[in-house]
């Protein structure tokens, strides 16, 4: 039986009915979406599956809609688990059940529709918060562990579980809370993981140090941030040697005082120019490491791990992200690398359109419609990102549009925890505005997106911040 105690153990009994349900299965198909988390989902339960002896495909679909699920219906599967997405959809997946095209298992942590299902697995229905508590990796981790056999524990599938909770920003309070807590603790004491207390930039594998600097946009240090000479002429007058063989290094060639050194430099220079104190305390976080993979790698540190495959899945190429979550260091690898080149030019050009263009302000909302000039699946990630940047307003949430197809528009929200805690449910703001003109959407409180027609885009904007105004006063 599992050696170790289940990691979340509010989830332990839906987690052994999905189990049970897979294990009765003659094949299952394993469908997930095309990001970070939905591949680090698919990875570990395609992983789960395949140690459990339980014969499966896996598809990738980039929403989940009444088309791609009858998609899926078409595929003559008796069971399909769902990952990463699921739970907004059931009406339409409750109306195949209904049919009896397939029987659905569902791990996923987005808001839940009003139909239910008998296996679903998803930390809102125990009062775990889904945004910020457990990813759809997280939940794919939970099933993981309750399809372990006598055999042996699928502890050390917590690595991927915790690239999947980064990547869905889950740490943006500087390290991971509640139930990914406890995966992460699962993968510590499997020896995947390390975490520490480490400066809170990303990067820190790969970049350059004057990279590491110049880019960092979540804390912004004047005569630093956003400026190559600036960031190389601090990096020249700390008593470390920045170079080597004429090199930079980076963070993870630096020994321990070094860091130490650098760390306490860039601390005394914010608040040398004025840079608030909690925004001090954001340059320290948690970081995850995971050990078995190659210091100096996009792999190594769950952020940049994460990135690597937004680069693959939003691009068409989730293929490439899997064959790397399940262990290829060669090709797939080299791919995904050639993906992520493009994949950072993307973001920045993306980035600083916004900034050129700036965004029309409403009373409770900011908003900014890229048409083509940013591609619809990272629209979403530039909208955080300028939100986290100093050229929007932080004390209002962001809506992103971008042509979708000839008629349609892919609608991307993001605010942050502290309208969150103020009252703001962007889930249920994409919900019932998209539904309000014929579209439809979902997500998290924090985050959360929707498609609509072109043509009602005002409308949209009229509602959603109507709503937003309700969800605020
Ligand atoms: O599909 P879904 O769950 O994967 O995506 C979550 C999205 O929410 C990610 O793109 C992530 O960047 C965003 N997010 C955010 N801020 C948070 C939490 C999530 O922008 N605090
Ligand atoms: O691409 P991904 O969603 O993983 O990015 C997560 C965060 O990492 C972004 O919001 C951004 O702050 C940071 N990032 C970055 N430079 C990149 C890619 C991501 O600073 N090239
Ligand atoms: O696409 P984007 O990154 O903006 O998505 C933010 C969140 O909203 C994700 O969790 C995504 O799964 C969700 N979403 C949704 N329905 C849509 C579009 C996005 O539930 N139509
Ligand atoms: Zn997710």
Redesign the pocket.
Known sequence: MAVADPPVPELTARANACADRLRAADRVLLAS?I?ADGLTSGAIASTALERAGIDHEVVFEK?L?AESIAGIAAREFDVVLFT??GS?QLDSIAEHEDRGDFVPVIADH?QPGDRDTEFHLNPLLEGINGASELSGAGASYVLARALEGPDGDNRDLAALAVVGAVG?MQDSDGGLVGANEAIVADGVDAGVIEAQTDLDLYGRQTRPLPKLLEYASDVKIPGVSNDEAGAIAFLTDLDVDVKRDGEWRRWVDLDGEERQILASGLMRRAVASGVPADRIEALVGTSYTLVDEEPGTELRDVSEFSTLLNATARYERADVGLAVCLGDRGDALAEARRLLRNHRKNLSEGLQWVKNEGVTEEENLQWFDAGSRIRE?I???V?GMALGSPALDRSKPVIAFAEESAEEL?????GSHALVRQGLDL?AV?REA?QAVGG?????DV?????IADRERDAFVAEADRLVGEQLS
């Open positions: 979406h990001d929403q809609d990463d997405f907004g987005h869905d699946t629209v979403g990630i909208a892919k609608v991307s929200s993001r889930s994409m998209s439809d959407g979902g997500g998290h985050a959360a997106g929707a498609t």
